[in-house]
């Protein structure tokens, strides 16, 4: 099946600083998301993103599906930031969900 | 509108033990995929209940099962627990097919001793 590896598996910010975050996967997919698990486990949907780039507020991302591999940007991280960012791919052939081990995030005062 | 929400929050099981979780999704959305997230292991893939039926499965075992009702809710059964089976288990719902729009609830953290 598809690997999804993210880098890195843990940041420490100070607050206000730019981040990138990376995610690859091995194989062609249908679509490609990040998620925003916050330390009280709640998963949130940031971003929709199978090609191109979006932004959201302080977020943006871009994934370029030819080369395999999305970036997702956080600037000027805020303490609410803090938590695990998780991207996820559908797999083309198998209809289901892989998700990326994460990366770590803190973001301190 | 209402987010997904799942019974209960927390539960403590023995090992041997069966257990079922609840989801219930938000309304209009007729999909649900349940995750397993156990510490150390990221997020697994482990079910997808469509109007009403199996869609696919994760790599685990028969022993976790579930099912869909007509009004879309769902759960999920865990026969035979097992110490490893402690984890986090989020469900999360979405309309038919547009998985890029899939919500998830707090989840469930199951706890086998």
């Known amino acids: 099946g598809i690997q999804v590896e993210q880098s890195p598996p843990d940041l420490i910010l100070q607050e206000g600083a730019n981040s990138t975050l990376r995610c690859n996967f091995s194989d062609s997919v249908n679509n490609l998301q990040w998620f925003h698990q916050n330390p009280w486990g709640q998963l949130i949907n940031l971003f929709y993103?199978?090609?191109g780039t979006k932004q959201n507020g302080r977020l943006s991302a871009t994934t370029v599906a030819t080369e395999r591999y999305s970036l997702l940007y956080i600037s000027s991280s805020q303490t609410t930031d803090s938590g695990v960012y998780f991207c996820?791919?559908?797999?083309?052939?198998?209809?289901?969900?892989?998700f990326g081990p994460g990366t770590s995030l803190s973001v301190i005062p | 509108e209402a987010g997904v929400t799942q019974s209960p929050t927390h539960l403590i099981k023995t090992r041997g033990q069966q257990v079922t979780l609840r989801c219930s999704p938000i309304s209009g959305h007729t999909s649900v995929y349940w995750y397993q997230q156990a510490l150390g292991l990221g997020l697994q893939f482990l079910l997808w209940?469509?109007?009403?039926?199996?869609?696919n499965r994760g790599n685990f075992p028969p022993r976790f099962s579930g099912r869909q009702f007509p009004n879309y809710s769902s759960e999920l059964n865990v026969n035979a627990l097992e110490l490893e089976d402690s984890a986090l288990y989020l469900c999360a719902s979405f309309p038919r097919r547009v998985v890029n729009e899939q919500y998830f609830g707090p989840g469930t953290r199951l706890t086998v001793t």
């Open positions: 996820a791919v559908e797999e083309t052939s198998y209809d289901k969900v892989i």
């Open positions: 209940y469509d109007e009403g039926e199996e869609r």
């Open positions: 993103i199978p090609s």
